[in-house]
C-alpha cells in the first residue's frame, strides 16, 4: 500500500499543485519560483524519504509571502490525506538533528488536534530568495492544516541557511517516523480510540 495525495489550490494570489507519496524514495520534482524554498523542500522529500511533485505559480512581484505560506498549506492538507485514518501508525516522531554548526529539534505528533511551537529569532531578513520569517509561516500552516501538534527548536547554530535547512530535514525524517507503521499497533495510538 502506498499513501497519497494530490492537493490543488487556487486563489488570486497563487496556485498551487502537489502530488505526495509519504511511502516513497525520495524523489522530488519543486517548482515554487524561490530557489531557496525549492532546496529546503527538495531536502524535505530526500530525507523523509516521501516523493514529492510540485508547482507552484505565487505572486512573487508582490513577495515570498502567499507563495511559501499557501505551499505549507497545501503540504498540510497533503499529509493529512496520505496519512489516512492513522490506524497502525507510530502517531509520534521526533529527531535532533545536526547540520555543521546548527543543532535543531523536531516533534511532531499526529493528532489531528493543531499546535504550533517556535521560538527563534533570525538574525538576517533572507536567505537567497526567501525572507527568513517566512520560515516560521511555513510550518505553522503545515502544522494547522495537517493538524497535527508541531514543534520545533533551535538548539545551536550560528549560520542561518544551515539552521533553516536542519529544521526542515528535522521535520521531514520526525515526520517519517510519526506516519511509519508498527506491526504493533493494530488501531490508533490512542486510548480513546480514535484521533
Given at each position: 500500500m502506498t499513501r497519497k495525495a494530490v492537493v490543488?489550490?487556487?486563489?488570486?494570489?497563487?496556485?498551487?499543485?502537489?502530488?505526495?507519496s509519504i511511502d516513497g524514495s525520495g524523489k522530488a520534482r519543486i517548482e515554487t519560483g524561490i530557489g531557496f524554498f525549492d532546496h529546503m523542500l527538495d531536502g524535505f522529500a530526500r530525507h523523509g524519504l516521501f516523493d514529492l511533485k510540485l508547482e507552484t505559480a505565487g505572486d512573487l512581484e508582490v513577495d515570498c509571502h502567499h507563495t511559501v505560506e499557501d505551499t505549507g498549506i497545501v503540504l498540510g492538507n497533503a499529509i493529512r490525506e496520505a496519512v489516512g485514518d492513522k490506524k497502525g501508525i507510530r502517531r509520534y516522531g521526533s529527531m535532533i538533528l545536526p547540520m555543521?554548526?546548527?543543532?535543531?529539534l523536531c516533534a511532531v505528533?499526529?493528532?489531528?488536534?493543531?499546535?504550533?511551537?517556535?521560538?527563534?529569532?533570525?538574525?538576517?531578513d533572507s536567505v537567497g530568495?526567501?525572507?527568513?520569517?517566512?520560515v516560521r509561516e511555513f510550518f505553522y500552516a503545515v502544522?494547522?492544516?495537517?493538524?497535527?501538534?508541531?514543534?520545533?527548536?533551535?538548539?545551536?547554530?550560528?549560520?542561518?541557511?544551515?539552521?533553516?535547512?536542519?529544521?526542515?530535514?528535522?521535520?521531514?525524517?520526525?515526520?517519517?517516523?510519526?506516519?511509519?507503521?508498527?506491526?504493533?499497533?493494530?488501531?490508533?495510538?490512542s486510548t480513546k480510540g480514535t484521533l
Amino acid at each position: 500500500m502506498t499513501r497519497k495525495a494530490v492537493v490543488k489550490r487556487n486563489t488570486k494570489e497563487t496556485q498551487i499543485s502537489m502530488d505526495l507519496s509519504i511511502d516513497g524514495s525520495g524523489k522530488a520534482r519543486i517548482e515554487t519560483g524561490i530557489g531557496f524554498f525549492d532546496h529546503m523542500l527538495d531536502g524535505f522529500a530526500r530525507h523523509g524519504l516521501f516523493d514529492l511533485k510540485l508547482e507552484t505559480a505565487g505572486d512573487l512581484e508582490v513577495d515570498c509571502h502567499h507563495t511559501v505560506e499557501d505551499t505549507g498549506i497545501v503540504l498540510g492538507n497533503a499529509i493529512r490525506e496520505a496519512v489516512g485514518d492513522k490506524k497502525g501508525i507510530r502517531r509520534y516522531g521526533s529527531m535532533i538533528l545536526p547540520m555543521d554548526e546548527a543543532l535543531v529539534l523536531c516533534a511532531v505528533d499526529l493528532c489531528g488536534r493543531p499546535y504550533f511551537s517556535f521560538d527563534y529569532d533570525f538574525k538576517c531578513d533572507s536567505v537567497g530568495d526567501m525572507d527568513t520569517e517566512m520560515v516560521r509561516e511555513f510550518f505553522y500552516a503545515v502544522s494547522y492544516a495537517g493538524e497535527m501538534n508541531l514543534h520545533l527548536k533551535v538548539l545551536d547554530g550560528q549560520n542561518t541557511h544551515h539552521i533553516i535547512e536542519a529544521l526542515f530535514k528535522a521535520f521531514a525524517k520526525a515526520l517519517d517516523e510519526a506516519a511509519m507503521f508498527d506491526g504493533r499497533i493494530t488501531d490508533v495510538m490512542s486510548t480513546k480510540g480514535t484521533l
